[in-house]
């Protein structure tokens, strides 16, 4: 049986509505991945890729086999980030008090090393813009090169390329800064 | 060709961090299924004829990279990376003699190399490259499908050595987890008889995973 990803958006869209499960399963827990380091919470970014997946459901009927479904898909999810990205800017300018504290302040403070390096790599990524955040993770940990950066995120190469390069330069700052210490 | 990045560099090991998997609450997968199952089944558009050409070049490049980074014009680099470096391959010959489609473990998928994929502010994004074998003789077409393919069954053909039935193919792939699955005769889903299981799951093939570290 033919179980690419195309085909089983085939069977979803000819009434074989539990085969869309397959996909899920396929894609849902690397997307949570990303979608953690985009947002920077956990809670938020299940949300973002569950909705993504509901949106990705009600618009399969315009999905065309000949691109990629997971290219397809990160490319609902990036949107969907930075919306809820946006608005989490938006109540910590507004509530500033109630701000996000899903960032620790300090690396040193917990025992386990694998934790204190987990809230580095959380707290330098924090300190980058989201735009370059986006495109580093894309390019680095989702191995996208910048012809499928640019399809993703609507972003022109060069921008893409100048936004890597300047959240490399800025991540080895923070985190040499880190060292230092 | 074959130089390493300078340990120990910052980036390096945050990416790596980045890119371990995270465990992920299966409830939070079934929630989506509850919903998708209380939506209307989605109905195909009918294309328009219209030519969206920006969109189109975006989505050619995506699918030539993709198919140039995970088939046969990545494979022959990736195999004259390995001739250069003189890898020398020790493989398990299979002795069936049987006609019908059994599968025997040629060898595991191993990773033989690495090639170098780009370079941005002295970072090197290090590719490894990575043989899959599947010994089976009496098998017509082999090909690999996987998360790194959208598990496209005919996307990443295996090539046969006719004196041993194995069937075998070479690709760079990025460091990090790879599921991956062999179909035989367009039909039959085989895991890797040596590979890792993956997590078995009711609704998806046999499926192995390959853990690549950089």
Redesign the interface.
């Known amino acids: 049986m033919d179980l690419s990803d195309a085909a089983v958006v085939r069977r979803v869209l000819s009434g074989d509505v539990e085969a869309y499960s397959i996909l899920v399963e396929r894609y849902f827990d690397h997307y949570v991945r990303f979608a953690i380091h985009l947002v920077g919470n956990r809670e938020d970014a299940e949300e973002v890729v569950q909705d993504t997946f509901l949106r990705a459901y009600k618009a399969l009927g315009r999905y065309e086999e000949r691109e990629r479904f997971g290219a397809w898909l990160l490319r609902i999810l990036v949107n969907r980030a930075r919306t809820v990205s946006a608005i989490g800017r938006r109540r910590e300018k507004m509530f500033p008090d109630q701000a996000d504290d899903t960032v620790p302040e300090a690396a040193e403070a917990h025992p386990a090393e694998r934790a204190a390096l987990r809230e580095e790599v959380s707290r330098a990524l924090s300190q980058i813009g989201p735009d370059q955040r986006e495109a580093f993770l894309l390019h680095y940990v989702e191995g996208l090169s910048y012809e499928e950066m640019a399809a993703v995120t609507g972003s022109g190469i060069s921008a893409l390329k100048m936004r890597v390069k300047r959240s490399c330069e800025r991540l080895r700052e923070i985190l040499q800064g880190v060292n230092r210490v | 060709m074959f130089d390493r990045m300078p340990a120990p560099d ?2 390096a ?3 790596d ?9 299966p409830a ?2 079934r ?3 509850e ?3 209380e ?1 209307p ?5 009918v294309a328009s004829g219209r030519v969206l050409p920006g969109r189109s070049r ?6 030539s ?2 198919g140039e ?1 995970n088939g046969f014009s990545r494979s022959a680099t990736a195999s004259s990376l390995a001739t250069a470096a003189g890898i020398a391959l020790l493989m398990a010959v299979g002795t069936q003699d049987s006609a019908t489609p059994r599968m025997a473990p040629g060898r595991r998928a191993v990773v033989i190399g690495d090639s170098v994929a ?1 370079m ?2 002295a ?1 090197r ?1 290090t590719l490894r490259i990575v043989q899959f074998i599947l010994t089976a003789p009496a098998a017509s077409r082999v090909a690999l ?1 996987g ?1 790194f393919n ?5 996307a990443i053909p295996l090539t046969r050595d006719s004196r041993d039935g194995r069937w075998a193919v070479t690709l760079a792939l ?1 460091p ?1 987890r790879h ?1 991956y699955a062999y179909v035989v005769d ?2 039959q ?1 085989v895991r890797d008889p040596l590979g890792t299981p993956s997590e078995p ?1 009711e ?3 046999p499926r192995s995973v390959l853990i690549i570290n950089r």
């Open positions: 910052p980036l090991t945050l990416i961090e980045l890119r371990e998997p995270v465990v992920v609450d939070s997968k929630r989506v299924m919903l998708v199952r939506t089944l989605p109905t195909v558009s975006a989505f050619a490049a995506i699918r990279l993709r980074r780009s941005a502010s970072i994004d499908a998360d959208g598990w496209d069954t005919r990025a990090g599921n367009d039909t889903w799951n609704l998806t093939p």
